[in-house]
């Protein structure tokens, strides 16, 4: 029995020991723990900010007063050596811009609302537990744009026929405003400036003739060859120019034979003989006006005939076309031959007949 006593006092020491010993391996945990939580600190950094997300035509440069922005990190005691402003990065993305229209090279303030993140930089690995916890006092971050801008002309896209007879007058057209002002990335510049390339001749959404009769007038969109480098800008590139073609009837000739020349004298107890009696005569305009002519719209004249019985003068025909007839078209009228003879007689009264003497 001495023997089981000593067994069970000896059990019983052993495992007051375990017990101890799991108790302290416990607290050591949560000591660790706590120092470890205890091991963090924060601190504020300026870190620099970049503009992303924006179109290559333009080029932004930094407020001096928003170059860097503070920022909040925490971080492990042990990493702070591995905590540097120039690893971190603030990323803004842009979005309004004010160009102003009467300059090539735009420097105009805009601005955006904080919408930012910070992110290591490219390359860089932050070690575990270091983040940025938030960007203090920063309301707004602000750059200047910068803008390469060139002038190009603009060629309306005219397509279709216009209806038979008529025919557009592309060298009168007008297109207002001829010339558009639009953003070019550097690459285009260079090229441009150095002669390398032409500058492109901007086209527009169609304009079609199809069938029209009358002049054409419309507002059209200018097509900017964005994918070329070439974007419009608010307020320095419109959206639309005005293009005018003015269509022209197609001209056509019609000749006319058999049209008198009639002269009476003025001086009583004269006649006159006019010799051609008649005359051709060609009209040449617009197609619709000379078709609707008749000879009864035509009248040839002449003029400053010397009244003198016995004499013979060859002397101008002028032919003229009927006012309502003309319809206010411009028409060229010829005759052949241009002159005529008249001949100026005395009158051959007859004498009384004998019967009446009786």
Partial sequence: MAKQGAERAA??????????????????????????????????????????????????DLDDAT????????????????????????????????????????????????????????GFTPPEGMMPTGLRDVKR????????????????????????????????????????????????????????????????????????????????RVEYPVNEGIKPLPAVSPQSVSVTVELIESSTSRTFTGVPVPYTPVLAGLDATVFPANVSVTVSGPRSVVAALGPEDLFATVSDVLEEAGSTQEVPVRVTVREEARAGASLQVENSPRTVRVSIEASRTPGPDPRELE
């Fill in 67 to 122: 170059r860097t922005v503070p920022v909040v990190f925490t971080f492990p005691n042990v990493a702070e050596r591995l905590l540097s402003p120039a690893d971190w990065r603030v990323e803004v993305r842009g979005s309004r811009v004010r160009p102003d229209p009467n300059s090539d090279l735009q420097r105009e303030d805009s601005e955006a609302i904080t919408v930012a993140d910070v992110v290591p930089k490219p």
């Fill in 11 to 60: 059990g019983a020491e052993r495992g007051g020991w375990l017990g101890t010993a799991a108790a302290s391996l416990l607290l050591g945990i949560l000591v660790w723990f706590i120092v470890k939580n205890q091991d963090t600190s924060t601190t504020t950094l300026n870190i620099p900010v970049v503009v992303v997300g924006l179109d290559e035509t333009i080029e932004f």
């Fill in 141 to 220: 971050i602000v750059w200047y744009a910068r803008y390469r801008i060139w002038e190009f002309d603009v060629a309306p896209l005219v397509t279709g026929s216009p209806a038979e007879g008529y025919e557009a007058s592309l060298d009168t057209m007008v297109v207002e405003p001829p010339k558009v002002r639009a953003a070019i990335t550097e690459r285009v510049e260079q090229r441009l400036a150095s002669g390398e390339d032409v500058a492109p001749v901007l086209r527009t959404e169609q304009v079609s003739l199809e069938g029209r009769t009358r002049l054409v007038e419309e507002r059209v």
